[in-house]
């Protein structure tokens, strides 16, 4: 009876890691992606774990569909042509898979480093990556004081500063074009395209009845010069006032600015879907 037991056992235990060797399929295939050189080739890779609807986020590019991808990967190796990419264990929860991973010059020095979350469909495809780039990695002090610096970085600091901490709209309007849009996605409770600070006020509160929130993990800074755009990266810990349920959710906001002060916001979820059901859901 117990070697029954035993033998039940084995062949739950080797289903589980079927299960999860399937479901890291797509992000083998994917890493394989970013390994290959040649274009064309790399592109036939994409196809089989992409859609055309799959998404690609990181501080360098936000992007949808498979040539979209392969461009932004042309892109790296014309900066990086002799780069080595590694990567460290996947976690693997749901439809849900994250890693750790380097980028490492020709001589093994350390270029960049990061940590990708990707969904995938349950069809071994890929819908979505999100990429963070670990900017202690990335850019020295001095170069992030740097940036701090610069008047872009200041608005939106400040402008986070705002919101999030003293909620000092008055300080907060100084900062806002006269009809900047702001962009929450349409699954939201709170969701749809706001005109102007004083609207933007209006979704603030309407946002309020939903969830309280805290900073989890305070925001990493990049900045595209030629665009006069700013993207912040960082984590919000939220608790949904109809369940009591909490929910930790990274998040990623894109900043367009112009004469120093910011035109656009467009906030990104990295799963909305989840965030959307997590905010509706009952006790």
Known sequence: MRKIYFVCFLFMLNGLFAQKKDKLNPIVVYEKVWLEHNSDTRLKLIKTIWLDDSTFEDPSASIKGGVALNNVINEFYKKFPDAVITSGPKVVKDNYVSWDWKILDSKNKLIMGGRDFARLNGKGQVSKIIGFWDSEVTLSESEILKNLETDNFKVVAQYYEGLFKTRNFTAMSALIEEGAIYSQAA?????????????????????SEFFDLEIEKEPVYFSDVTKNEVIIYFTIKCKAKKSGKTLLMPISEHFDLKNGKITAVKPFYFDTKQFAEFLKSKR
């Open 187 to 207: 699954g939201l409770p709170y969701g749809g395209t706001y005109k102007g600070f004083d609207e933007w006020t209006k979704m603030y509160a309407k946002s």
